[in-house]
């Protein structure tokens, strides 16, 4: 009795603290920290090493399985994973979350963490994924006309089909919440998939075209002057061209042009995908955003998904609500930095819930963690590249031994991040008052096709890089004053933050201390220190 005692107060305090000591009672949530805006999972900043799976692989408990050890396996933390209405509301009304709990239970054992994919009214510019009672109500959940003709895609100006999205959506957000609060394994939110209108410009329906030729509302022209400094440069030279008119039909306004055609839909699809997040986020609210189907700047609308959030009309999607915490490309393109400077502006955040793996994603996700701020990188299609010996695997198991490290130097933006090849073999940067200078590495006639990675500054003197085939080189800013020598480089790891100092390379390894190198043959972290000279 007397040791029962003895532990009550244990046992109250215990109580007493309840979750907070368990579970961080914080839901996921994006904050602005220094240069960058970060993901903060139970308190603290998180990266996103993740892969989004195929578009039918999680509609099956069975069929995920096997899936999941190996995305264990492979140094992933966050699996993007596919969620369709017609699974979770097959009548009308008639919610079945078994999928959801199933999933969220898979993802647990495999400890991972998710984003879902709310594929609902909209999937890659169709209307594949709403129910069949939806599907086959087209006078309640009227479509897209192109050509005189109906097409399988639903008209984001409807008010019903709108209500039913974002009824589905807030129930589904209602269930995560109760049975993933604490958890939190569900990170963030996907709402709908590369909307757009595929075919066309624009819906010609009746409804659509009277929306046309009536007045651009108010607030997009208002929004539009009050932001007219930092809209993106196509969209402002659209509107200078045409008067910069704050009043009157989207043709006067935009000119009578697919571009025009293109912003019209980007209000339309802004407005609906805002309404439903906000439902959404009224029962749960975690970081939601929308994803995009990118194309070249002389793509005409149509080609690619007219109306979804390119970067063009990126203001469009702002100024028609602000539930959406951000925009995401679906990044496959060649000109991969270029499009990360797109997305990366104007208090957008980068996360890419689609993009190359392999090889081109090893590298690439260096670039978009250490130059852009990313908090997240998920190629497509990962279930087909689950191999633990992987480059992509590679590259993930190393970010992870960096990850305080990297989100430390997102914040003070003492960090830069690089990708090179042979139609750009070289990158320079300023640091601690010396021009940084990364080429392909090259000894004994020996050169690098390729070469990745990042580099911080640590310290006076001292930096920290990560990667693989390249070199680097410090020249003083100042022109006059002592020059600078590599005193030492280590190869070494981190183990839970703490460096752990390897081989001290020097010899044919810095190339007898003209330079430090990263071998083309593997991924190493390297610790460099500087010296002063005469």
Known sequence: MKNRLLLLPIFALFLGLGTASLFSQETPHLEKRGAATQLIVDGSPYLILGGELHNSSSSNLEYMKPIWPSLEAMGLNTVVTPLSWELIEPRESAFDFTLVDGLLAQARAAHERMVFLWLASWKNGMSSYPPVWVKSDTRRFPRVVLNGNEIELLSPASAATQEADARAFAALMKHIKEVDSRDHTVLMMQVENEVGVLGGSRDHSEAADKAFASPVPAELTAYLKAHRESLYPELKALWDANGDKMAGAWAEVFGDSARADEIFMAWNYARFVHGVTARGKAAYNIPMYVNTWLMGDNTPPGDYPSGGPEPRVMDIWKAAGSALDFYAPDLYASNFSDWCRRYHRDGNPLFMPEAQGRTTGAANVFYALGEEAGFGFSPFAIEDEADPKGDLA?????????????????????????????????????????????????????????????????????????????????????????????????????ENGKWIPGRRLNGDENDQGKGWRFTPRQLTTEKVKLYHFE
């Open 394 to 494: 590679a590259s993930y198991r190393l970010l992870a031994t960096l990850e305080p490290l990297i989100v430390a130097h997102q914040i003070d933006g003492t960090m830069h991040g690089f990708v090179l090849n042979q139609g750009s073999p070289s990158v320079d940067f300023v640091m601690q008052g010396y021009t940084v200078h990364i080429t392909l590495d090259e000894i004994f006639g020996n050169h690098a096709e390729n070469g990745f990675g990042l580099i911080m500054a640590t310290g006076k003197d001292e930096f920290i890089g990560a990667g693989k085939g390249f070199r680097v080189l410090f020249t003083p800013l100042a022109a006059s004053g002592p020059k600078v020598g590599i005193a030492a480089v280590d190869e070494g790891v981190f």
